[in-house]
Nanobody, 119 residues
Framework: QVQLVESGGGLVQAGGSLRLSCAAS????????VGWFRQAPGKEREFIAT????????VYSDSVKGRFTITRDNAKNTVYLQMNSLQPEDTAVYYC????????????WGQGTQVTVSS
């Protein structure tokens, strides 16, 4: 089994930065991809970025491209989301999720961490 725990959220002023962490435990060798998602109240869950657990390859949504960076540290079993130039519209609960073999979807989710950007 794989468990994910997000951390690093908080309150930041517009233009500021935060780095979110997603710590994985359990059978991390079965992880294929880790993605970041966010959901604001009353809105659909939005894809942000994804990264391969091993090897190269990242994908970003257009809304965050150039501002957010997803990275990993496999030695620490942790994926990060560096968020720069934050704006109020980035306010949401941020979740990480893992695609764990043999599934082909994101079948493991963290509890979420709140990011609030003030103007």
């Amino acid at each position: 089994q794989v468990q994910l725990v997000e951390s690093g959220g908080g309150l930041v002023q517009a233009g500021g930065s935060l780095r979110l962490s997603c710590a994985a435990s359990g059978r991390t060798g079965c992880i294929q991809f880790v993605g970041w998602f966010r959901q604001a109240p009353g809105k659909e869950r939005e894809f942000i970025a994804t990264i391969r657990w091993s090897g190269s390859g990242t994908v970003y949504s257009d809304s965050v491209k150039g501002r957010f960076t997803i990275t990993r540290d496999n030695a620490k079993n942790t994926v990060y989301l560096q968020m720069n130039s934050l704006q109020p519209e980035d306010t949401a609960v941020y979740y990480c999720a893992a695609q764990v073999s043999p599934a082909y979807d994101y079948n493991r989710w963290g509890q979420g961490t709140q990011v609030t950007v003030s103007s």
